[in-house]
């Protein structure tokens, strides 16, 4: 049992730091959000440089160790990022898509595109979730009919995060079965700008990017499919509970900086003659925020252990349905949690900065609405403590 | 970033685990597993077991006859224990007093008091709280006078303690007493050692709410006290009194007994209906379980988190309050939902029941009958050891610096 961070990892997380302070300070992030682009070109190319878009890859395909990364470095990238309230679309190019792409695309297509995303070159979206469907990742309407060598697909996705700069996306649609059916559903790279493919991007409320995108007759080819026909589930699954993971680490990150910035704020605010952080109610409520992101820290750790579990590399492993079910629990457990912490430390910052926690020109707020919207991406609170609820009942 | 247990660590489980299949009694498992009343001999015969396996004090080191047990040994001793319904070791002695007597008695006091405490032939209690002194424990008044008599120097004791717990069974306590009224409060406390049987000392039980005798008060009336007795320097005890607090917190994380009743709770929630069906199917009820145990699985992290940060000989730091806040907070929750589970039989109160010889007819399921007294009784477990909010205070000021 050890609780550290490795030299490599410490010496990635001070790189980083000083990166982040050097040249993410919050008047440049608030800038970049209301960019055309919502992101800087300029930091997705430092970030190549410094090796973290190739982060979870092999050497073979441009990484910086021989079996990539694991979920635990992409904890510390996330916490880091979640800290300065990183716009660039990390989460979604690399981690979710790289890591479909790692996990289950052909030679071919690591060949292509993993190179491509570690070098800074291409950004990609992962379009699945579907605004009936709710965060239930089975629920797949939209369509791939088989069509000479390749498919057409039709279907529209719903706030697919990062979609716009997306050079590439990869699009979930059904070739058998019904809407909710587990089997059925495949993955297809498809090009942004595809015939067919209309893309309506988006600010979030946190100041990220996302889309509405429809898919009309769009062609593919045979190779532009990821895996095996029919059995992408299990793939998107594994790749989601990445993401969470990774969330709920940027949750971590942005909780800490938020506790801090709410520290310094309540010892020096002065009311009735003293720092408001002489009042016992405000630190009571100040003591609930560390322990919610302590606790948040330990489910998040809990679930980065866990989620490398299922190696699909290791056929033990990925085929064994107790090491999914576990994964499963403590990936719903993780996102439950983080986002209710992050649901009550958020409050609690902008209610203990009285009137400055409600203007945009403090972080604070950022900070609330990131969190916020981290709950809702992927499964909410509430959605994740159900799926670990009725887990119960097989348990 | 390894949070899995080492081989080594996995051997040592198995290894307890086999001992406790071969030397936990199976009457003392019947009780614990029943939620029935433990008495003064069924705690000692645990213990005395335990010490006969060189496992008397698993959280000691070795030169004073612990088992130099790393912290994540002493977690899976704890889960082992609690997961095969062994009785508690209880604190006073092994987690509260003798940490003291390493730390700051004299190689005497050392000699004498800690091989007693592991062997199980002391049984101490703590003289900490006074009916004028809860959270301000600070402000505590029994006094100890220095005097001399024909039989040496002794401090002559008079006052009050109270919430004593198990002190009926207890040959020694251990007391904070004021020994100087100048300077500020805490600078005028010390630490002393009371033998029991010295006369002027009496203990008179306190009943709780649940009907059960666990605590009392006690007085003391012009009790003589060797000097010998004083533990560490005259004025100084608050310093030992807050090191012990430290250590008493991280014991009353209660992890491993957390996650035994999260398994009971889930058994019950199985066998109880609603509507025909399971309780634990009612999506309410499930969802209710599924949140404490998310609390739980947190602090389980948290408290190893804690664990490996703490080096061997390091003190508790103002961490241990979150793990005392959380830990009690979940047995809480879990006494309550057991409670709840019952339904209507929440309601019987069958004391009788709770004696390990009763052969009465249970009223509703065998189980019933303790479990709306421990959710009362639990009540308790935000209020001992420092109350939460006293717990916050101290996070406040010594980890946020407020």
Known sequence: MDFNYTEEQLALQDTLRRYLAKDYGFEQRRALAKSAEGYSRTHWRQFADLGILALPFPEEFGGITVDGGNAVDNMLVMEMFGRSLVLEPYLTTVILCGGLIRDAGSQKQKKQILPAIGGGELLMALAHYEAQGRYQPSHVASTAQPDGGGFIINGAKAVVLGGGAAGKLIVSART?????????ISLFIVAHDAPGVTLRSYATQDGARAAEVKLTDVRVAKDALIGTQDAALPLIQRALDYAVAALCAEAVGAMTALNEATLEYIKTRKQFGQPIGRFQTLQHRMVDMLMATEQARSM??????????????????????????????????????VGQSARSVGQSAVQLHGGMGV???LNVSHYFKRLTMINATFGDADYHLGCFSDSLLAA | MDINFTAKDQAFRSEVRGFLHTQLPLELIDKVRGGLRLGKQDYLYWQRILYRQGWGAPMWPREFGGTGWSPVQQQIFDEECSGA?????LPFGLRMVAPVIMAFGNKSQQDYFLPRIVNGTDWWCQGYSEPGSGSDLASLKMRAERISTSDGEHYLVNGQKTWTTLGQHA?????????SSSGRQQEGISFLLIDMQTPGVTVRPIIMLDGEHEINEVWFEDVKVPVQNLVGQENKGWTYAKFLLGHERTGIAGVGRSKRELKRLKVIARKETSNGRPLLEDQRFRDRIAQVELELMALEITNLRVLSAEGKQHAPGPEASI?????????????????????????????????????????????????????????????YGGSNEIQKNIIAQMILGL
């Open chain 1, 176 to 184: 058998s079965g019904g809407t909710n059916d587990s089997n059925g």
């Open chain 1, 300 to 337: 998040t750790i809990l679930a980065a252990v866990r989620v490398d579990a299922n190696d699909p590399n290791d056929p033990n492993d990925a085929n064994d349905a107790n090491v999914t079910i576990a994964r499963r629990r403590a990936i719903s457990a993780a996102k439950a949690y």
């Open chain 1, 359 to 361: 203007v945009d020109e």
């Open chain 2, 85 to 89: 319904d062994a009785p508690l070791q």
């Open chain 2, 171 to 179: 040959n020694w306590i251990f007391c904070l007493v004021r020994t």
């Open chain 2, 323 to 383: 793990l005392k806040i959380k830990g009690s907070e979940i047995q809480q929750t879990l006494s309550e939902l057991m409670m709840q589970a019952l339904g209507h039989y929440a309601l019987p109160w069958l004391p009788e029941a709770l004696d390990a010889g009763w052969r009465g007819e249970p009223v509703g399921a065998d189980y019933a009958a303790p479990l709306s007294g421990h959710y009362f009784n639990f009540r308790k477990t935000t209020i």
